[in-house]
């Protein structure tokens, strides 16, 4: 792929900045406004509505009166289907526009908001464009006096609540299985990743959403967001961020009305490495899973397991690697490594660093701020050696490129440690022994589980956790699941 000149596609980009609500742009009904700082150089980029919760009162009664007057609830899933499928074309169309905003506002590298997230982002929506007209109720086999029917109804309106690491993926992965159920929906942005949220909204809109459907509006997350998941008519909370936020959501669906809510929280994954593996592949896709993202990724591979026969081994192709992927301005071409999200993101990371430190834990590489534009907000690839499996550094999730790697000397000991944090997300077996890959993957305690890979996979994939990483499924068929209600009608006939 030729390289995008990504400041002519800055200089052309002209998104919305205001909340969406009921097919209108508007102001915050109390007027005020949030300023958007990049985290490339510290940069105010933009000014944002912020919401609070009278906006979010107004958008959900808009999504209410447009699910129950049918526009979009009642249409033909082979309608919803036209309309999503433009709006998956529309989405290529100004996917390096999506793209320059994205790493704007969170600090990927460019490049790969392109050609991960935003290719990520148009093959969700157009595949549940896809699935909605090739899915059919149940009628069970039952007395013959009686016919009855399982089916399936959109659930309402959906509250949608999302991080910024994977702004416009996260909100794909909601949006499109809940859009394609006929549900309508409210979409609460993370407060630093707002502008690409925006312009996919009004590429919804260009698409054929009726006004009302898909409503958005950025606002913090301790208002707008609290709002939004202790709001008496939201049917269902779908939620993607931090555990921490996660307890608070599902305490105000208990406290209100009961709302059905979907978590897909954090992680603290192990890739595993036994001596039979294609150890150089291993080591480097290891090394990558952590550092890719700048390891603002729930499944990073955050901790590395490694038998002690080939431990030196992997340390030196893990420190290979990190040396390749220092921090970049995320503009630049191939940058392997762009910002942290936000100055204070960085504090968080560095300060977990620095206790990691005081406790005796050995750091081989990084371990401090790296100074790449002035004003911006990077970190270093950092690696910790031999850890103690119980050290903090090994059991919390940093969300930054830092790895832990620890020891093993027994497959049952490497199963022990892997499990052995209160996370269930993600993690990686690296064996070429079949039996082994079975036995292994088969005691992981976690909702997915790649052997002699990374993060791979496909749509039709569910994607979740268990434990404290949550249990919503998003992707893949079950994802639907989430935003229908299944009704069980029986007819008697004589
Ligand atoms: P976060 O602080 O939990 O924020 C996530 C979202 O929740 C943001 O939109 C945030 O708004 C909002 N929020 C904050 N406080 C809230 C409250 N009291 N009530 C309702 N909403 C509230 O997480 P983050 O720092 O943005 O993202 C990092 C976390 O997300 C990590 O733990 C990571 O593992 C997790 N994550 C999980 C997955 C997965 O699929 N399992 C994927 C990606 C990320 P504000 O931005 O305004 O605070
Ligand atoms: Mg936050």
Wanted: glycine share 8%; hydrophobic share 45%.
């Amino acid at each position: 792929m030729t390289a995008v000149d990504w400041q002519a596609v800055g200089s052309r980009v002209q998104g919305p900045t205001d909340l969406l609500i009921d097919g209108q742009w508007c102001e915050a009904i109390d007027g005020q406004r949030m300023d958007v700082v990049s985290p490339i150089d510290g940069a105010v980029v933009a000014s944002i509505a912020l919401g609070s919760g009278v906006d979010i009162d107004r958008a959900v009664l808009a999504a209410r009166r447009a699910f129950a007057d049918g526009r979009w609830s009642h249409l033909a899933p082979a309608k919803r289907k036209q309309v999503l499928i433009a709006w998956a074309d529309l989405i290529v169309a100004h996917a390096p526009e999506l793209a320059y905003l994205q790493t704007l506002e969170m600090g990927k590298p460019a490049h790969e908001s392109l050609a991960i997230d935003l290719r990520s982002v148009g093959n969700t929506v157009r595949w549940f464009g896809e699935a909605i007209d090739k899915v059919v109720d149940e009628i069970p086999h039952v007395d013959p006096g009686a016919l009855a029917l399982v089916t399936r109804e959109p659930a309402g309106v959906v509250g949608a609540i999302v991080p910024w690491n994977f702004p416009l993926t996260m909100a794909a992965w909601k949006l499109a299985p809940a859009l394609a159920t006929g549900c309508s929906v409210v979409l609460k942005p993370a407060e630093q990743s707002p502008l690409s949220a925006l312009l996919l909204a009004r590429l919804a809109i260009e698409a054929g959403i009726p006004d009302g459907v898909l409503n958005v509006v950025n606002g913090l997350g301790t208002v707008a967001g609290a709002a939004l998941s202790e709001h008496p008519d939201v049917d269902v909370l779908t939620f993607t961020g931090s555990t921490a936020v996660g307890g608070r959501i599902m305490q105000a669906s208990g406290a209100t009305n009961l709302k059905r809510v979907w978590l897909e929280l954090g992680g603290k994954s192990a890739n595993i490495i036994f001596p039979d593996a294609d150890i150089d592949r291993a080591a480097r896709t290891a090394a990558w899973s952590i550092f890719f993202n700048q390891g603002e990724m729930c499944t990073a591979g955050s901790r590395l397991l490694v038998h002690e026969s080939i431990y030196d081994e992997v340390i030196d192709r893990v420190m290979a690697v990190a040396a390749t992927m220092q921090p970049c301005n995320p503009f630049a071409d191939q940058a392997p490594m762009g910002a942290l999200v936000s100055a204070s993101h960085l504090d968080r990371v560095d300060s977990m660093v620095r206790q990691a430190v005081s406790e005796g834990t050995a750091l081989v590489v990084g371990g401090s701020p790296a100074e790449v534009e002035p004003g911006g907000s990077y970190y270093p690839p950092t690696v910790f050696d031999r850890v103690d499996p119980s050290a903090t550094i090994a059991q919390r999730e940093v969300f930054g490129p830092v790895l832990a790697v620890t020891a093993f000397t027994s497959d049952d000991e490497a199963v022990r440690i892997a499990n052995s944090t209160e996370y269930g997300l993600g993690s990686a077996v690296w064996t070429n022994d079949l039996s082994r890959a079975h036995r292994v993957s088969r005691a992981l305690k976690v909702g997915l589980c790649w052997v002699n890979c990374y993060e791979e996979g496909d749509m039709t994939m569910p994607f979740g956790g268990v434990k404290k990483s949550g249990f919503g499924r998003d992707k893949s068929l079950h994802a639907l699941e989430k935003f229908w209600d299944m009704k069980s009608t029986w007819i008697q006939l004589d």
